[in-house]
């Protein structure tokens, strides 16, 4: 390797140590719209305890990133986290939606005057136990239009946070305890111009739907 290769390698390295050292530094000053205590290692975690998540500072402005897996994760108490903290709107484009808490917290935001609208897969609105029919009777929820499958599984809050990933909001998603259920994603973003194209595909959505 030539010598202005190897001095050109050193710097990359040295520039990455300098990066996560920056994270280490500063991952606890990242702001977050609610109080949230993450346990350490050495603590005991109930069943009824919020799950271990993990937030990164990206390159792309403050994002703020939190992520959780099921099963065993309580995605939806990750949710219900940011439904619960909206002060604005709440836009959503699920496709199965069983899961009584998340309903119930979308009520509660509705009830405290949050912009709350949704968009159900048609072919799962009437599913066993589908939240979606009697949701429509407490806020704005449509059913989807496309002839295929609206399997998009995303909530915009705030226009500032956008939830997806893999995690339909059902209890096989959520799991049936310890290692029970689904192997799933959710993951929690934090960047206004991700929330603004995501909310275009909401309102693109919602428009279409009935």
């Known amino acids: 390797m030539c010598p202005l290769m190897k001095t050109a390698v ?12 920056f994270y280490l530094g500063n991952s606890s000053n990242l702001s ?25 500072q990206t390159q792309i402005g403050k994002q703020i990133v939190e992520y959780c897996f099921s099963p ?8 219900i986290k940011y439904i619960n903290a909206a002060n604005q709107s709440i836009h959503i484009v699920i496709y199965s939606f069983t899961m009584a808490n998340i309903k119930d917290a979308l009520v509660a935001a509705k009830r405290r005057g949050v912009d709350v609208r ?14 979606c ?6 806020i704005d929820v449509k059913r989807s239009s496309n002839t295929y499958l609206t399997h998009d ?18 209890q096989a998603a959520t799991g049936y ?30 428009l279409a739907g009935t």
């Open 118 to 131: 949704m968009v159900c897969d048609k072919d799962q609105w009437s599913a066993q136990g589908s939240q």
């Open 153 to 170: 599984k995303f909530m915009v809050v705030d226009g500032k946070f956008v939830l997806t990933g893999s995690y339909n909001w059902t």
């Open 72 to 79: 065993g994760g309580r995605c939806d108490r990750v949710i």
């Open 32 to 56: 977050l719209p609610f109080s949230y205590t993450l346990p350490t290692s050495s603590s005991s975690v109930s069943s009824e305890a919020l799950p271990t998540t993990v937030y990164v």
């Open 177 to 206: 305890g310890s290692n029970k259920g689904n192997d799933e994603n959710l993951i929690a973003i934090s960047d206004m111009t991700i929330a603004s194209s995501y909310d275009q595909q909401f309102q693109r959505i919602y």
């Open 10 to 21: 050193l710097l990359v390295l040295l520039l990455a140590c300098l990066g996560v050292g």
């Open 133 to 138: 029919p009697q949701l429509a009777n407490e």
